[in-house]
């Protein structure tokens, strides 16, 4: 009866774990890095007020915008994965963030020095390696889909 009850837990263990991975794909989670969790490193750069103060409302359009290019074109390239503006002001100035699909911090660092308004001084940044879905750029595409106007 024991050696039965043994039996029958091993069959519906390894149902179990069968289930959890009935969806699991090899060769997209290779295409994206995935580790076997499904996850992969990325860096998190986070924006905050610089020490620039350029009071010209032309040049810190100017510099905006070329902020605003550079984001699309890393994001075109596959190297930028999320962007956004904080909503809100808080104690530690920060503006927004980026997560980059980057290999070192190096390369990270490099990437955000594309942008003008980093070089200018608009932004400082502060870069940290993180850890999270390696499912995360395929969002991008579904982004589009739900995007009446681009900036």
Do not use: C, R
């Amino acid at each position: 009866m024991k050696s039965l009850f043994t039996i029958l837990s091993l069959i519906l263990f390894s149902s179990f774990i069968n289930a959890q991975n009935k969806g699991f794909d090899q060769k997209l989670a290779d295409s994206l890095g995935a580790d076997q969790y499904g996850m992969k490193s990325y860096y998190l750069v986070i924006l905050k007020k610089g020490k620039a103060e350029i009071t010209d409302k032309s040049k810190k359009s100017e510099l905006m915008k070329g902020h605003m290019e550079n984001i699309n074109k890393l994001a075109k390239d596959g190297k930028l994965i999320v962007a956004g503006p904080m909503l809100e002001k808080n104690p530690n100035d920060y503006n927004g963030i980026f997560i980059l699909d980057a290999k070192t911090k190096e390369e990270a660092e490099s990437l955000v020095l594309t942008d003008p308004s980093v070089k200018s001084g608009i932004f400082d940044v502060e870069i940290y390696k993180w850890y999270g879905s390696a499912a995360l750029p395929l969002y991008l595409k579904s982004h589009d889909k739900v995007t009446k106007v681009h900036f």
